[in-house]
């Protein structure tokens, strides 16, 4: 049986999430607003990943 994902995009989607579960949690400590954590996570998310896919492999 293969892996669901490769090593690569299982660190990188982990990492991804790691840091949008610290960045919505801290939104939501410091302004109560659900909705307006839930935008800075997914916003987080898609940087650190766009970021991390940039350091493991740069220029692809």
């Given amino acids: 049986m293969s892996p669901l994902f490769d090593l690569h995009t299982f660190v990188l989607l982990l990492s ?7 960045a919505g949690a801290l939104t939501y400590l410091s302004t109560t607003s659900f909705p307006q954590s839930l935008l800075v996570a997914g916003g ?12 493991i492999k740069p220029g692809s």
Avoid: E
């Fill in 44 to 55: 987080t998310a898609a940087a650190a990943l766009a970021w991390g896919n940039s350091l």
């Fill in 16 to 22: 991804a999430a790691l840091v949008a579960i610290g």
